[in-house]
């Protein structure tokens, strides 16, 4: 398959999530797909904050992006992109991928990473079958995931010529929702997110309330 690709081909992961906080498992996963798919580097891309009707209040993109900046600043291959939240509202993966796919043209490979729980519910998302016309899909291993799920999950994407990969990466169950609660019962989340992170969510007062 790398012989057909042009020696110049750039090859780019694009890391989607909330965010809210970025945690350690999240930077263990982009790293690993970098490393393990030899990328150039991975796009972190906060999600919009999507209106407030439903569920849970996520916090203002601009503290996200703060935090996801933070996480990522000592790793040269990776980056933030604001593509998401500039926009107003909820952001659908498939007018990112599309927009990315525009801005980088045809020749550039973009991996979606994604964990594998988040992977399962893609058939929920808008325009599945889009979303791998511009980018082929990586599904990390998360600690608690359906592995029998995701193979079906696998078999019936490759029927509709869609390519999901897996990749298993060293598992470790954080997740932000815990970090929050954890925060809220002032309990340490030293560890669980980069110490920088720690620092600007325990001096801004997030997930205090
Ligand atoms: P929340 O608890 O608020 O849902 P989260 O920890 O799941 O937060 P998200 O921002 O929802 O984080 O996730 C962004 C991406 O990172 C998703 O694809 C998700 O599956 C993946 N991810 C999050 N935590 C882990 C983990 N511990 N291991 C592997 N993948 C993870
Ligand atoms: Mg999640």
């Known amino acids: 398959m790398a012989l057909r690709e042009p020696a110049q081909a750039s090859r780019i992961g694009v890391m989607g999530g909330t965010f809210d906080p970025i945690h350690l498992a999240h930077l263990i996963a982009a790293e690993s797909v970098r490393d393990g798919f030899h990328l150039h580097r991975v796009l972190f891309i906060p999600a919009g904050t999507p209106p407030h009707k439903t569920g849970r209040r996520v916090s203002p993109a601009a503290r996200r992006l703060a935090?996801?900046?933070?996480?990522?600043?000592?790793?040269?291959?990776?980056?933030?992109?604001?593509?998401?939240?500039?926009?107003?509202?909820?952001?659908?993966?498939?007018?990112?991928?599309?927009?990315?796919?525009?801005?980088?043209?045809?020749?550039?490979?973009?991996?979606?990473?994604?964990?594998?729980?988040?992977?399962?519910?893609?058939?929920?998302?808008?325009?599945?079958?889009?979303?791998?016309?511009?980018?082929?899909?990586?599904?990390?291993?998360?600690?608690?995931?359906?592995?029998?799920?995701?193979?079906?999950?696998?078999?019936?994407?490759?029927?509709?010529?869609?390519?999901?990969?897996?990749?298993?990466?060293?598992?470790?169950?954080?997740?932000?929702?815990?970090?929050?609660?954890r925060v809220k019962e002032r309990r340490s989340i030293r560890y669980l997110v980069p110490d920088a992170v720690g620092e600007y969510i325990w001096r801004t007062g997030l997930y205090q309330d």
């Open 67 to 181: 935090m996801v900046r933070l996480a990522i600043s000592s790793n040269p291959g990776f980056e933030v992109s604001t593509i998401e939240t500039d926009r107003p509202g909820a952001s659908y993966t498939v007018d990112t991928v599309r927009s990315l796919r525009r801005e980088f043209g045809p020749e550039t490979k973009l991996y979606f990473i994604t964990g594998a729980d988040a992977v399962l519910e893609i058939l929920s998302w808008k325009d599945p079958f889009e979303i791998f016309n511009h980018c082929e899909l990586v599904a990390v291993t998360r600690p608690g995931y359906d592995a029998v799920a995701l193979d079906r999950m696998v078999a019936t994407m490759a029927g509709s010529g869609g390519v999901v990969h897996r990749l298993a990466i060293p598992e470790v169950s954080i997740s932000s929702s815990e970090i929050r609660k």
